[in-house]
């Protein structure tokens, strides 16, 4: 069973890794457009291949699932809600971003308020993908692999400890080749061929799953049979004790959405290499469709595991890798198992691929050597990937013993998600408002979140209204300053934002209808389930 498992698993990867570098193995790897932007050609199955498979990685196939193990459906609501977020992205936010042609979210708050404010978000952009971001790919790509594959029966290391380093570190080195030698494009293609891998995959798991819960009889009978015997799981709405209560979709969770998917440059820096607007809306609005499905593969196995496996000891992160290894057939383990290492490939990679062009753009072109050539520009961010790289996989194996891996990122993510949200929103919104605002909200923010999360007294106060509320309470906080600020301070000329003419920026006529539908099918889904 091992070395069939092992075979599949290695024919996939390769494959993956083949077909790539056929597609990519001609593209402009040498300017910084064509290694940071892919030149500006991303198409609408490209773009939202790519958006998904950012997003979708071990952290979401391995945490989310492992919250709904702990909770049930309510945890749908990370998959839910970001449909609206990405209908903002479509028709809000990035209109705006293309018409100023950035290709990293801190050169929109240089050209909006000033340099200083862009060297800020940089940092605090590196501090947070180098300590948060990167780390729990690794680490949760470790942990679901070694469920999956029994890595422990296989390699015959019988310290979990050394098996987690020696894992994260393969891993992490893979990525890091990926990332760093083939710039945005290949990242996109190997994404989209990943992405097609892993929601087939994930569908097939249900369906497997549902068939051991029927004993199999049939997936509507396992169906059935889960409705009846735990129907609390079921319910959309989550309770107060819950690591999602209802009330708090309308604060942090909503908020938290909405930086990831309009204003993470992890993730719009694929919007950024849009062909164009409509291109662009087109992508991230087919994004939102897919996500739409997310509880059936993100939330559903969880459920589906804690039926099978609550009662034999299994801890919530390890539900979703054990579920796995024992319903599908060994020459889908390997298969599986090879998308998930493209799950998490495609994410750690997009994520360091992104702090590159921060730095690279940011920093070393910025304020390190403002004459540098494009090939100084490109090489710069590819020591200081594998830099970044080797510090990750030195941070991940730390991570084990949380509780709830996709509770703690959720949380440590708020940190810096919500300050960076209320600049960006209060900047495009406003044309008087100058940059001081922006750096005491920026600065202030992270320390105020995070003094809420570890410094006593403060820790009280999230403890008591629940810190979904609390980082909505920072935010409508840091806005009003800031509005404040304007208006005692204010610019001595009004912002206008300039279109650089490098996107044609004609939007998709289909934009506002599909957005209109999209946030229709949220309210149905959520009210469909409400037990």
């Not at 994260?168 to 190997?190: D, E, H, K, Q």
């Not at 662009?280 to 939330?299: A, E, I, S």
Request: charged share 10%; with cysteine.
């Amino acid at each position: 069973m091992h070395m069939l498992t092992l075979a599949s698993f290695l024919f996939f990867t390769g494959l993956v890794a083949f077909i790539t570098w056929r597609i990519t193995h001609r593209d402009d790897h040498s300017s910084t457009s064509g290694y940071f932007l892919a030149g500006r050609s991303l198409t609408f199955p490209l773009i939202a291949g790519s958006l998904l498979m950012t997003n979708l990685s071990t952290e979401q196939m391995v945490g989310l699932n492992g919250a709904a193990f702990a909770d049930g459906l309510s945890v749908m609501a990370w998959e839910v809600v970001a449909v609206i977020a990405l209908v903002a992205l479509a028709l809000f936010f990035l209109p705006r971003f293309l018409k100023s042609g950035i290709a990293t979210l801190p050169q929109l708050l240089e050209i909006r308020f000033d340099k200083d404010t862009q060297l800020i978000t940089n940092i605090i952009f590196l501090i947070a993908y180098a300590v948060i971001l990167l780390p729990i790919i690794l680490y949760s790509g470790a942990i679901g692999l070694q469920g999956m594959l029994d890595l422990q029966g296989l390699t015959g290391i019988e310290s979990s400890t050394t098996l987690l380093w020696l894992t994260v570190w393969i891993v992490g080195i893979i990525g890091a080749v990926y990332a760093l030698f083939g710039g945005l494009r290949t990242v996109a293609v190997s994404d989209t061929l990943n992405g097609i891998g892993l929601l087939v995959g994930g569908f097939v798991i249900v369906y497997f799953g549902l068939q051991a819960v029927s004993g199999g009889t049939g997936i509507m009978e396992g169906w059935s049979i889960l409705k009846e015997s735990d129907p609390e799981k079921l319910n959309s709405i989550g309770g107060s004790e819950q690591q999602v209560p209802f009330f708090t979709l309308f604060t942090g969770v909503f908020l938290i959405n909405l930086f990831y998917w309009s204003t993470n440059q992890q993730i719009i820096q694929r919007t950024f290499a849009a062909k164009n607007l409509a291109e662009g809306q087109k992508g991230v609005l087919l994004t939102g469709l897919f996500k739409l499905l997310g509880p059936l593969y993100l939330v559903l196995p969880g459920i589906i595991a804690y039926h099978l496996y609550a009662d034999q000891g299994v801890r919530a992160d390890e539900a979703y890798g054990h579920l796995v290894f024992n319903v599908l057939p060994p020459y889908l383990t390997g298969f599986f198992a090879a998308v998930m290492v493209g799950a998490i490939l495609s994410s750690f990679n997009s994520a360091l691929n992104s702090t590159t062009t921060i730095f690279s753009l940011g920093i070393y072109k910025g304020v390190l050597n403002k004459d540098a050539t494009e090939a100084q520009v490109v090489k710069s961010g590819k020591v200081f990937g594998w830099i970044m790289a080797i510090i990750t996989m030195i941070i991940a194996p730390l991570l084990a013993g949380q509780d709830s891996l996709f509770g703690y990122l959720q949380k440590m993510n708020a940190i810096y998600f919500i300050p960076i949200l209320a600049v960006v929103l209060v900047g495009l919104l406003t044309k008087r408002v100058p940059p001081m605002a922006a750096k005491i909200a920026l600065v202030g923010g992270c320390l105020l979140i995070a003094a809420g999360y570890f410094v006593p007294p403060f820790t009280l106060l999230p403890q008591v209204m629940h810190e979904f509320h609390f980082v909505a309470l920072v935010f409508a906080l840091l806005v009003v300053t800031m509005l404040i600020i304007g208006k005692l301070r204010p610019r001595e000329t009004d912002w206008v934002q300039e279109h650089t003419g490098d996107v044609d920026l004609t939007p998709w006529k289909g934009a506002v209808p599909a957005g209109i539908v999209l946030v229709v099918l949220v309210i149905v889904m959520y009210i469909s389930f409400a037990g």
